[in-house]
């Protein structure tokens, strides 16, 4: 089975622009989480997705949105970037939502705001 | 809210010794999961084991272990014979049992281990 894969792997954008990051969860998984992770502020849980339905949303700002299409891939999207959203960012996937599920990441995108 | 700490930024040891990295964590829950992930450079983060709350006995895998102490609220990891491939970040980790919180990993810094040949 392939495993997660994030696109694209590398983005480089400028303050103000916006950028969409894209996630495909291992066939068959229905849940998607999202990780933000930096050297300052390590890893941040940003949100979490089941069957198309936000189930949990992180401490980041209104800027930060996320959807879920019915095939289960996930797209986050963060608006009029800033400086300090650079960092990588990590999608997770796991068959159901629930406590017992495993979560399997992806390889990340690495966002660079100039 | 839980918080989750890893007070050594960067270990190291010698090939096929042994090595503990340490995790400490606060919460009123009583039902939770801990897990170690692995983040070798340039790479992605697998798990490495998990643990939960409600169970006693401490969690292995192969030549992983760890040490869950839940009154002290300390979930150390034990990596024995330690391999070149073993080198990577650490990061434990806490998910609340509640359904509330289903998927939500809560991070510590990380230690970063290395391995000498």
């Known amino acids: 089975k392939a495993g997660v894969t994030q696109t694209p792997r590398y983005l480089i954008k400028t303050r103000g622009q916006q950028v969409t990051l894209s996630c495909s969860p291992i066939?068959?998984?229905?849940?998607v989480s999202w990780y933000q992770q930096t050297p300052g502020q390590g890893l941040q849980f940003l949100f979490e997705y089941f069957s198309e339905t936000q189930r949990n949303k992180g401490n980041f700002p209104g800027r930060f949105s996320g959807r879920q299409f019915s095939n289960s891939r996930s797209e986050m999207n963060v608006s009029t970037l800033e400086l300090g959203d650079s960092a990588l960012y990590l999608c997770a996937s796991s068959f159901g939502w629930g406590v017992r599920e495993t979560q399997y990441f992806g390889p990340g995108t690495r966002l660079l705001v100039l | 809210a839980q918080t989750v700490t890893q007070s050594q930024p960067e270990m190291s040891v010698q090939e096929a010794e042994t090595v503990t990295l340490s995790c400490t964590y606060d919460?009123?829950?009583?039902?939770?999961?801990l897990f170690w992930y692995k983040q070798p450079p340039s790479r992605q983060m697998i798990l490495v084991i998990r643990?939960?709350?409600?169970?006693?006995q401490n969690a292995t895998e192969n030549r992983f272990s760890v040490n869950f102490q839940k009154a002290a609220k300390s979930f150390s990891l034990k990596i024995s014979d330690s391999q070149l491939g073993d080198a990577a970040m650490y990061f434990c980790a806490y998910r609340s049992g509640g359904i509330q919180g289903a998927q939500k990993l809560v991070f510590g810094q990380g230690t970063r281990l290395t391995i000498n040949p």
């Open positions: 919460t009123s829950e009583s039902d939770y999961y």
């Open positions: 643990q939960e709350a409600y169970k006693q």
């Open positions: 066939s068959g998984h229905r849940s």
